[in-house]
């Protein structure tokens, strides 16, 4: 194999002996190229593309997404601590095949000579692209998304049993909220200054009362719990022009607030105005299409006061998430784009109403 990767797990041939064996699929590969791709921080990932030596028609695959754990020490850390390889490989494996979401298919874990685990995703890079935050968030996008959630959260709606149990699960309002708590008042210490230059006062002065209330607010969301991606934001979907959106990167699966997908999602992915002109109708229709899957207890008027509790979901993850990450121009951009969303949409929701009960 030739190849330009340092990651020696990926640099040599035994990555097309081990993909050969092991992907049912891709049986009787003879080499392959890996090259990165995307900016995950709990994830070294490659496409790799396949060839099945002098065969005019390639019997399988050309080529494969490969996620393995990173190599890098701070977020190996992180992505262990929070069991994030062993979610995901869980949804696609037990999860998915009761769900009704466009992502990309499972096709098999893969088992490196040194002992690292990888999933083994199709291949979309012929049909869909990467959205990426700072360029992207279109109605069309955004609706395609909403359009899909029901498909998520209907088939385990509040039976966390049927789901697998907690212990499968990330959730930030619960089981993390007082590690997340403290990580959110350091993080915003020390990096606020990076991310703040387009904030008013109102939303920076928000930001400081939600780190100082956030445990208090956790509690107070109550009501059916359902599967959550969790980190639903522009970075981490593929589009299509005629599939729509596919949702990918599960790590931080939760089993929360249906409300938490909604306001987190939509409070990222569009500038104010076009999300104001959007957010009633797309939650109307959201409630619609899950009593049409047989959900009865999540009426308009829960969902719109859950929707306005769960703005604060954006300043909980992504103030808390600075932490984690190495510092880059375009990280801190991203960064600055999500906050100064997701506090706009806090205020013009009042989540302020949330933080004084």
């Given amino acids: 194999m030739t190849s330009a990767i340092v990651d020696p797990r990926v640099a040599d041939d035994a990555l097309a002996s081990a993909i050969g064996e092991q992907i049912s699929t891709a049986a009787g590969v003879t080499s392959c190229s890996a090259t990165p791709c995307g900016a995950g921080q709990l994830a070294d990932s490659y496409l790799v593309q396949l060839t099945y030596g002098r065969s005019p028609q390639p019997p399988g695959p050309t080529g494969v997404f490969l996620k393995?754990?990173?190599?890098?020490?701070?977020?190996?850390?992180?992505?262990l601590r929070i069991d994030a390889f062993a979610r995901e490989a869980y949804f696609y494996r037990a999860l998915l095949p009761q769900l009704d979401v466009n992502t990309p298919q499972f096709l098999g874990h893969l088992e490196l000579a040194d002992g690292t685990t990888g999933l083994v995703l199709e291949d979309l890079s012929l049909v869909a692209?990467?959205?990426?935050?700072?360029?992207?968030?279109?109605?069309?996008?955004?609706?395609?998304?909403?359009?899909?959630l029901a498909g998520l959260q209907a088939p385990y709606w509040n039976s966390v049993a049927t789901a697998?149990?907690?212990?499968?699960f990330y959730n930030r309002t619960s089981d993390h909220i007082d590690g997340l708590?403290?990580?959110?008042?350091?993080?915003?210490h020390r990096h606020g200054e990076a991310v703040s230059a387009g904030l008013s006062r109102r939303q920076r002065d928000l930001i400081v009362?939600?780190?100082?209330?956030?445990?208090?607010?956790?509690?107070?969301?109550?009501?059916?719990?359902?599967?959550?991606?969790?980190?639903?934001?522009?970075?981490?979907l593929l589009w299509s022009?005629?599939?729509?959106?596919?949702?990918?990167?599960?790590?931080?699966?939760a089993f929360t607030s249906p409300a938490w997908d909604t306001a987190f999602f939509l409070g990222t992915a569009l500038p104010p105005e076009p999300r104001r002109s959007m957010q009633r109708d797309l939650l109307t229709r959201h409630v619609a299409t899950l009593a049409e899957r047989g959900v009865d207890d999540w009426p308009l008027d829960r969902a719109w006061t859950e929707h306005r509790r769960l703005t604060g979901s954006v300043l909980l993850a992504m103030i808390a998430a600075m932490a984690y990450v190495t510092p880059t121009p375009r990280g801190f951009e991203m960064f600055a784009s999500l906050i100064d969303r997701g506090t706009q949409q806090a205020l013009d929701l009042d989540l302020n109403e949330f933080l004084r009960k």
């Avoid at 990426?132 to 109605?139: F, S």
């Avoid at 708590?181 to 915003?188: G, M, V």
């Avoid at 022009?241 to 699966?253: E, H, V, Y």
């Fill in 209 to 236: 009362t939600f780190g100082e209330s956030c445990v208090r607010w956790a509690a107070t969301i109550e009501g059916p719990r359902t599967l959550a991606h969790q980190d639903l934001r522009l970075d981490n």
């Fill in 181 to 188: 708590a403290e990580r959110y008042l350091r993080s915003w």
């Fill in 68 to 79: 393995l754990p990173p190599l890098e020490s701070g977020s190996a850390s992180t992505a």
């Fill in 241 to 253: 022009p005629s599939r729509g959106a596919f949702l990918i990167d599960w790590q931080t699966l």
């Fill in 164 to 168: 697998g149990g907690d212990q499968h």
């Fill in 129 to 148: 692209r990467p959205l990426d935050q700072l360029i992207d968030g279109t109605e069309s996008q955004v609706a395609s998304v909403f359009a899909q």
